[in-house]
């Protein structure tokens, strides 16, 4: 089999180097001579790897000292109940600021806790994000809840909301580490690792420290970051693989030149497809607004803004049949799309731009 090209959203791609070291330290791990894998999570062992991937976080983002850095477990899904499990008790309302089918979701799931109110008008069309000047944000939220880059639909903030002092919560699930964003602006950022740092399993919370201590007396302990974040993220048995890859995961964008460097290569890798699709006289059509494109999700349709079926079957065909796979769209939006997270390289991408124009000439009238 050829070297395989994987577009997937999620899990997705990880570091070729990342493979070798995880590789040569499954069976010996740090010179103990047994695996992590059954290694005890009581361990000094597993302390040291607990405190070197908490430390890679806090140097790779700048993390302020009075935030807390947590592994937890439960996915992404498992904090669109912990965030109103945690916040929403002070005012009994949040504000929700819904981009997509991610904070869609997130926006249903905290009504079970409290009051949700609905930032922007609703809509079933993802495409942009509204003026900030046209939201309806109540300054009695106990926080305000975005999804920094919706992985469905393409949809990525450009710049950090100003909520006038409400604490900003941000799911980041399928940006996170793709730039460099400055923590203080935010009380809690999460996400799940599958994506741009790691493999499922593993949820990374920075969660600011007054913004503990206010958890429902229902929140489950093991959703609860106050009660995870005095155990160190040793509560339970962590997912202590997942956050070995995650560790390895990030050592890795730290040796490519960090943050800076990840946010110049998510520029070029996603210019490279939203050029083709610009420069097709509307074969490729691309629904976001221009403004907000993720850099790290692309869902584009192929011959008219709903999709040519046969042609968008035909082009995943051709990209199968050259090694380009998981291209298929989301089943909510349909399409193509194709995700340029961290790992997928330059030349992965050209690689894509190149099976593009080809499949451009051949089927553009
Ligand atoms: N948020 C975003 C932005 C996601 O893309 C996803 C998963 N695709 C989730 C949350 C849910 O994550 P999980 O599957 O880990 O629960």
Redesign the pocket.
Known sequence: MGKIHNFG??PAKLPEEVYDIIKDELTNFDETGISLLETSHRSPTYFKLNKEVQDVVRRLLDVPSNYKILFLS???????AGVPLNLISRTGTADYIVT?A??A??AKEAKKYGKVNMVLPPTDRYVDIPEQSTWNLDPNASYVYI?T????HGVEFDTIPDTKGVPLVA????NFMSKKVDVSKFGVIY??A??NIGT?GV?LVIVREDLLNQALPICPSILDWTVNAKADSILNTPPMFAILVMGRVLQWIEKQGGLDKMAELATKKSSLIYDIIEDSNGFYYAPVAKNVRSKMNIPFRIGSPTGDDALEKEFLKGAEALNLIQLKGHRDVGGIRASTYNAVTLQEVQTLENYMKDFYKKHAN
């Open positions: 959203a999620g439960g996915g992404g899904q498992g904090q669109f997509g991610w904070s979701k997130a999804c880059n919706e992985t469905i799911d980041m699930s399928s996400g799940g599958q994506k499922a949820v």
